[in-house]
C-alpha cells in the first residue's frame, strides 16, 4: 500500500501530514517539518517532541491543537479515535498535521496513520523525523557505531518485557548479535530487559548508559553496566522518556 504522497506547493487544503518532531529540543524538527506546522489548520499532538515548545515553531493561536498523547501506564487515546480525527479534519477541508515525538515510523504508529488515510482517501504526506534511538545518545557523545568497535546497532521498543506473549524481540539472538542496542519505551521492563539479555549470554560487565529527557534542559546522563542497569534506574529514580544504550560504544 502506498501513500499519496504531494508537495506541500501543490497540495489542495484537505490533507494530512505525518510530522517527526526530533527527539525533544523544538529545535531539532526538520525544517520542512516546521513549514508544515505553521501551514496547517489543525495540529494532532503528542506527548513527545516539541509540543510545549510549539509556540517557537509556530503562530498557535491561529490552529486548533488536540491532544491525542499515549502517556506510558497512564491517559491514553485510542489510535482508532486518532485516525478517526485525522480523516474527519482533513474531510472539512483543514491542513491537519500529526506531530509526532521521534520519527513517524520508528515505534511511532505513523505507518498505522498513513493506512488509516489511505483507506479514506485522504492525501497523506509524511515528513521524517530525528528518532530518539539514535539522536539522544548521539548528543550525549554515545555514538551507536564506531569504527573498530561495532558495525552494527538494533532498535528496540521495551514497552514488552521479555518473554510477554505479544513480544517479538528475541532477546537471545540481540545478546549474542554483537550490536550496540538500543532501548525506547523500555523503562518499566529495564530490570527484564536486563536480566534477558546476561541470560542470552551477554556479558554483565558490558558497558551501558542510560539517558533521560535527552535533548532537552532537563536531560541527565547515566553511565553504567549491564549487570547494574537496573540498580542506576532505581537509584537515580529514571522515568519516561528515557533512552538507555547497551554495548561497548557506551564505554567510550
Known amino acids: ?8 506547493s501543490e497540495a489542495p ?9 526530533g527527539p525533544g529540543a523544538w529545535d531539532l524538527i526538520t525544517v520542512r517539518g516546521m513549514h508544515a506546522l505553521q501551514a ?19 503562530e498557535v493561536a491561529s490552529k486548533e491543537i488536540v491532544d491525542v498523547a499515549k502517556l506510558p501506564y497512564g491517559k491514553q487515546v485510542a489510535q482508532e479515535k ?14 491537519v498535521v500529526r506531530l509526532k515525538g521521534g520519527d513517524p515510523f ?18 497523506c504526506e509524511v515528513i521524517p523525523g530525528v528518532t530518539s534511538a539514535v539522536g539522544v545518545p548521539e548528543l550525549a557523545g554515545i555514538p551507536v557505531t564506531q569504527r573498530g568497535v561495532v558495525h552494527a546497532f538494533t ?7 521479555p518473554g510477554h506473549p505479544k513480544s517479538l524481540v528475541n532477546w537471545r539472538a540481540l545478546a549474542a548479535s554483537g550490536a550496540t542496542i538500543s532501548v525506547i519505551m523500555g523503562v518499566k ?8 539479555l546476561m ?37 537515580e529514580g529514571i522515568a519516561s522518556p528515557a533512552v538507555y544504550v547497551i554495548g561497548e560504544v557506551a564505554g567510550l
Open 82 to 95: 486518532t485516525n478517526e480525527l485525522l480523516v474527519q479534519h482533513a474531510r472539512e477541508g483543514k491542513r
Open 106 to 123: 520508528v515505534f511511532g504508529r505513523g505507518f498505522e496513520e498513513v493506512q488509516a488515510c489511505v483507506a479514506a482517501g485522504v492525501p
Open 199 to 235: 541470560d542470552g549470554g551477554l556479558a554483565g560487565d558490558t558497558p551501558a548508559a542510560v539517558i533521560q529527557e535527552g535533548s532537552t534542559q532537563r536531560e541527565r546522563v547515566f553511565r553504567c553496566r549491564l549487570e547494574t542497569l537496573a540498580e542506576t534506574f532505581d537509584a
Open 189 to 196: 521492563n529495564a530490570r527484564a530487559i536486563a536480566t534477558a
Open 13 to 21: 487544503a484537505g490533507r494530512v501530514v505525518l510530522v517527526g518532531g
Open 155 to 161: 532498535v528496540v521498543s521495551g514497552h514488552l518485557p
Open 40 to 58: 496547517a489548520d489543525v495540529i494532532l499532538t503528542d506527548h513527545l517532541g516539541p509540543t510545549d515548545e510549539l509556540d517557537k515553531l509556530c
Open 1 to 8: 500500500m502506498t501513500a499519496q504522497l504531494t508537495s506541500q
